[in-house]
């Protein structure tokens, strides 16, 4: 068995290939998919090979942890069965090909436990389920703070706000620079950080992946105020020391998600609460891979890219 998938061999050099897959397992699942997204975060530091140490990484490898499609294999223990619509966040089935995430192929491999069944009306919104459990990770626990400022409305940071306001409260305000991705706010506002003179946030989420930004952050907190990186940064962080001294700041990472993550958002979107409209902004068949992965990382009005495999045999 075998697929076509995308495979990134070097930095900037990306092609479609034709790779053997393992062999399933009784706990394994088949999935043909229908659509896989393209992440303008940890997969444009790959492109770019700007990214910074990290386990797997190495080319040549297939990236992609936000794919949508339907089953066409379940093992007898894999807890899955034939038909089903699901999310998978990547896939480790190429030989010696990196799955790093190896979720962007025609058809994966996968533990039938890694295949989260979703409403097949999601369609390819479906792909949007990754970075929905990334936002909900960021704010999960009784004792996090919601955030009051978000800076970066891309579509990690439109759904930060989304949850945050579904939290209840103030809504929250969001920080964008370019004005064309300072439109589609929903139930809060977005204003350029040169037009916001507050400096009294209780909680700071951050996913722009400017490591330069932590000082100018750190003077818009209040007293304990606390700074949240959920952005990736390829590049080291550094502080002046004195003003969170004096405002006895705290800095938290938040991590990718967890499968807690994915089941929470999940139910909020079966349940109507959640909305993934207006997200993505970018559609090309899979055939066109390398000039949609430029365009996802290059074009600043694309929020999100995604990839038709329907196409494939």
Not at 14 to 22: E, G, P, Y
Not at 73 to 100: I, N, Q, T, Y
Request: aromatic share 8%; hydrophobic share 40%; glycine share 12%.
């Amino acid at each position: 068995m075998d697929t076509v998938a995308v495979v990134l061999e070097e930095p900037e050099r990306l092609v479609l290939s034709r790779l053997d897959l393992s062999h399933p397992g009784d706990e394994d699942v088949v999935v043909d998919i229908d659509w896989s997204g393209i992440s303008t975060g940890t997969e444009r530091l790959l492109w770019s090979g700007r990214m910074p140490p990290f386990p797997g990484l190495g080319y040549p490898l297939v990236p992609g942890y936000e794919s949508v499609g339907r089953i066409t294999s379940a093992g007898d223990r894999s807890g899955r069965r034939v038909g089903e619509h699901v999310f998978v966040p990547g896939a480790r089935c190429f030989g010696d090909v990196r799955g790093l995430f190896g979720g962007a192929a025609r058809r994966v491999v996968v533990p039938g436990a890694k295949a989260l069944p979703i409403a097949d009306d999601l369609n390819e919104l479906g792909v949007l389920m990754a970075l929905a459990a990334t936002a909900c990770h960021a704010m999960a626990g009784a004792e996090r703070t919601p955030p009051d400022l978000i800076v970066g409305h891309g579509v990690l940071g439109r759904l930060l706000a989304r949850l945050a306001v579904l939290a209840g409260g103030e809504p929250p305000t969001v920080w964008e620079r370019d004005a064309g991705r300072a439109q589609g706010a929903q139930g809060y506002r977005v204003v350029d950080p040169n037009d916001d003179p507050r400096r009294d946030y209780n909680a700071i989420y951050d996913v722009s992946g400017d490591s330069k930004l932590l000082d100018t952050l750190i003077g818009r907190l209040a007293p304990k105020g606390e700074i949240v990186l959920a952005g990736f940064y390829s590049e080291p962080l550094g502080f002046a020391f004195p003003p969170a001294f004096m405002r006895e700041i705290s800095i938290r990472v938040a991590a990718e998600w967890r499968e807690p993550d994915l089941v929470a958002v999940k139910s909020l979107i079966e349940q109507g609460r959640l909305s993934l409209d207006g997200l993505i902004t970018h559609r090309c068949a899979a055939a066109d891979a390398p000039t949609a992965y430029r365009t996802a990382f290059t074009d600043p009005t694309c929020l999100k890219m995604i990839l038709d495999w329907r196409g494939y045999a």
